[in-house]
Each structure stands twice: as structure tokens, then as C-alpha cells.
């Protein structure tokens, strides 16, 4: 790896700028998912027993460069330290003499947590001037939110050049892991794309056909290329006019030597609604007034085969409208699968994407896959092949 990890770092008595993750659901001024706060635990307490003092930068929401009350940090403060088990310090703003005043009261052991870094312009900016400001509170950069990785802003990438840098616990872990999945990859490689659009995927699609064996290609996706194949798809989700394109990746993956697998068999209905009334018809056999909501058990059977073959599994996107039964069923048999094959050590899987997540853990396998991102955006740019500005600012 060209960064430094955070064991490789003089920590002993140093103030180190620790970019986190605190971008979590908030209802009512409480947090309701904690699991981005818990993620960044093992760091903190890392930094802690280096004798380093952490001071924690952190965006929440769009505030746009504003001030705005209900997107403040102060209310993640709770959960904070619950996660840590230690009281945390909180400073009005990331810059200037409120976080100043606030670094310099800091004593060994104590933790501080500074005010939104999007409160500034100069963040999502990246203005040398708002990213100096943030080097001047610190010795050292630890970059610990791979979730943030992918975008060049004054804390993610702006800092990261001004300060001897490393990588956090978790975000060495996210890039360990990712490596693993394609950058290095245990041959044959599967990846399972879902989602609703091509458009939004064509980088992701147009990437993964030159580096991986087999290709999945399932939800509302799955349709257009059917439909590119000249197929009738009914009333389903479906972009035509990326048909050409569909075509486009197709043949580039018979060129790169890429087995691309599409839906045989479909499960189509009427309306998209739990336990609405379904059939499971061949793939060229929808009705005009129906819409395909799921890929067919025969189908499934031919994922699980392929996948029984492959060393190591990336995936992204559902298969089906996972969100609601009888439409999670593919989705649901694929996972349970792979987290089959993981847990005997046949098959090293890795999954991001909040869609991606949300389906594995409604298949109770999350926790069996060797590794799940936190990361949304972050993840997708990787697959796509792009070079992630807070990473290669670590160098």
C-alpha cells in the first residue's frame, strides 16, 4: 500500500486530526442507526492508547456552506459516547478560536469532536486557505471515513497534503478488503450488479467487463438489457433508450472474454405491492400489462452455480424489489449462498452500497460476508476504477 497506517505513526502527545463518518440518521435530534459512530471506535481508542489526543472532523447533511442548527454535530455527541464510553468535548466550529480554544484545553485521554465542517464553503471547496485553518489544530491527519473518500473537499483531501497522513483502522480495513476483491482478486471473480438504471451504472458496467470472470446483472437493469436483446418486458422498469448501450457492453464483454448473466426466467406482476399476485414465466414471456419484478429460481440456480465456481464475489445492487416479499426471493437465495460459501472459506465476498446492505442484512447474511462497506458513493467509484481524491491524497 503507497499510505501510512496509523501504527506507523508517532502518535505519543501529538494532536491528530481524525476525519470520521458521522453522517447518521437522526430523528427528533437522536441517533437512530449507530453503526457508522461504532465503526470509527477501534481508531479513536487506537489514537488513544498511542498517546495521541483525537480530535474528530466530521460533515452532517447539506448545509451548503451555512450555519444550520439542525444539521450541528452537537446532537451526535450522545451517541458518541456511548460508542466511546468517555465523555466527548464539543467546539462551536471546526476553525478559527472556538476550535483553537478547544484543541488547546485538551488534556491525555480526552476526545473532540468539532462542529460540522460544511458549515464552511471552503470545505466542499476545498479552499487551501479553510484546509490550512484545519492543519493548524494538528500535528498529525488520520483519514478514517473510506465513505467521504471520493470526494476532494478541504478535510478529505485539502489537510491530508499539509500534515504528515495515515490511514484509520477502518478505512485500512475498507482498502484491504477492496484489494482483495479487485485489485488482486483469487480468480474466478463474480460480480453481481443490480439496481434500476443503466444510465447510472454505465462506468461500474463498462469496468467491471474488463476485470472480472462473470457478470450478474439483475433489478430494473436486467430489464433494459432484455429488452436490448429484443425482448418484450410489459409495463417493467426498463430504460430503452439505452438499448444501443446495453448491446455496447454486452459486446465488450465477449470481447474481454466476460460471461454475462441475465434473467432466464422472470417473476412478473400486475402491481408492485407485498404479496402482490405473481407468476414466474421464461424471460421472453412477459405480459404487456405485467411487470417484471424479480428474477425466476431458475435463474437463481444458474447465479449459485456460476458462483459456486468463482474464488471471489463483489457486489453491488439488488436482484430483484427486494424491499417487499415475494420479490426479495432471488435476492435473498443469491446472498444466503455466497454468505454459504464464505463461511467455508470458498469464496471471499465483499458487498457495499446502501441498497446492497439494506438487502443483505433483510437476508440475515451481512454479517457472514468477509466484508461489507460502509461506503456508498466511495464504493461505487472504486468499482468504477476511479482514483479516490482522499486515498491518493495519502500517498
Known amino acids: 500500500m503507497a499510505w501510512k497506517t496509523l501504527d506507523e505513526m508517532d502518535l505519543n502527545g501529538k494532536t491528530v486530526l481524525v476525519r470520521v463518518d458521522l453522517n447518521v ?12 459512530i461504532e465503526r470509527i471506535v477501534p481508531t479513536v481508542e487506537a489514537i488513544l492508547d498511542a498517546g495521541g489526543e483525537p480530535v474528530l472532523l466530521a460533515h452532517f447533511g447539506r448545509p451548503k456552506g451555512r450555519r444550520v442548527p439542525d444539521m450541528s454535530l452537537r446532537q451526535i455527541v450522545p451517541a458518541l459516547e456511548r460508542a466511546l464510553e468517555r465523555s466527548v468535548a464539543f467546539a462551536e466550529d471546526c476553525i478559527g478560536d472556538a476550535a483553537r480554544q478547544a484543541v488547546a484545553a485538551m488534556d491525555a485521554g480526552d476526545v473532540l469532536l468539532l462542529e460540522n465542517t460544511r458549515f464552511h464553503e471552503g470545505e466542499e471547496a476545498n479552499d487551501p486557505a479553510f484546509a490550512r485553518d484545519l ?19 478541504g478535510s478529505t483531501e485539502g489537510v491530508a497534503r499539509l500534515l504528515p497522513s495515515c490511514a484509520g483502522l477502518l478505512m485500512a480495513e475498507e482498502l484491504a478488503a477492496l484489494d482483495r476483491a479487485l485489485g488482486r482478486p483469487d480468480r474466478p471473480v463474480m460480480a453481481v450488479v443490480g439496481g434500476a438504471k443503466v444510465s447510472t451504472k454505465l462506468d461500474l458496467l463498462g469496468n467491471l467487463v474488463r476485470k472480472v470472470d462473470v457478470l450478474v446483472i439483475g433489478g430494473g437493469m436486467a430489464n433494459t438489457f432484455l429488452a436490448a436483446q429484443g425482448l418484450d418486458v410489459g409495463r417493467s422498469l426498463a ?9 455496447e457492453i454486452v459486446m465488450k464483454a465477449d470481447e474481454a472474454g466476460c460471461r454475462i448473466l441475465l434473467p432466464e426466467d422472470v417473476v412478473v406482476a400486475a402491481e408492485f405491492r407485498a404479496n402482490a399476485e405473481s407468476r414466474t414465466l421464461p424471460a421472453d414471456a412477459c405480459p404487456e400489462d405485467a ?20 474464488r471471489t464475489l463483489i457486489w453491488n445492487g439488488p436482484l430483484g424489489a427486494f424491499e417487499i416479499p415475494p420479490f426479495d426471493a432471488a435476492t435473498n437465495a443469491a446472498a444466503k449462498e455466497a454468505a454459504r460459501l464464505t463461511r467455508d472459506g470458498r469464496l471471499v465476498s465483499v458487498a457495499g452500497g446502501g441498497d446492497t446492505v439494506a438487502a443483505l442484512n433483510k ?27 482522499g486515498v491518493a491524497a495519502l500517498g
Open 363 to 389: 437476508a440475515g447474511v451481512a454479517q457472514d460476508f468477509t466484508y461489507v462497506s460502509s461506503a456508498g458513493g466511495a464504493f461505487l467509484e472504486w468499482m468504477e476504477g476511479k482514483t479516490l481524491p
Open 291 to 310: 411487470m417484471i419484478l424479480d428474477a425466476g429460481p431458475q435463474s437463481v440456480a444458474r447465479i449459485r452455480e456460476a458462483m459456486g465456481e468463482c
Open 135 to 153: 492543519a493548524a489544530l494538528g500535528d498529525v491527519y488520520c483519514n478514517d471515513a473510506f465513505s467521504a473518500a471520493h470526494r476532494a473537499h
Open 239 to 247: 430504460e430503452h433508450d439505452m438499448a444501443k448501450t446495453a448491446r
Open 25 to 36: 440518521p437522526v430523528e427528533d435530534g437522536r441517533v437512530t442507526d449507530a453503526t457508522r
